[in-house]
């Protein structure tokens, strides 16, 4: 029984860090397209306001995973 909360859990992760990636790549897209030719300054500006959300996605997923994975080790405790 304690092996289906730790599937659920590395699926999770494996899906957080897949979204983290599309993410990632979206930014490097958007900052291609949007400012070609911006200053230094501006693209670590924009990398700054941009990295927020993969990091953010991350760190929620991994909780997420995390919460689950103990919520369920608990109920499977109990049986």
Do not use: W
Not at 17 to 38: E, G, K, N, R, S
């Amino acid at each position: 029984m304690k092996k289906i909360p730790c599937k659920i859990s590395f699926c999770l992760l494996l899906f957080g860090i897949f979204t983290v990636l599309c993410q990632l790549v979206m930014i490097l897209l958007h900052i291609d397209f949007v400012h070609p030719t911006a200053s230094p300054s501006v693209l670590l500006h924009t990398y700054a306001n941009f990295i927020q959300f993969p990091l953010a996605s991350l760190a929620l997923t991994v909780g997420g995973a995390l919460l689950i994975d103990y919520v369920l080790l608990r109920i499977s405790d109990t049986e």
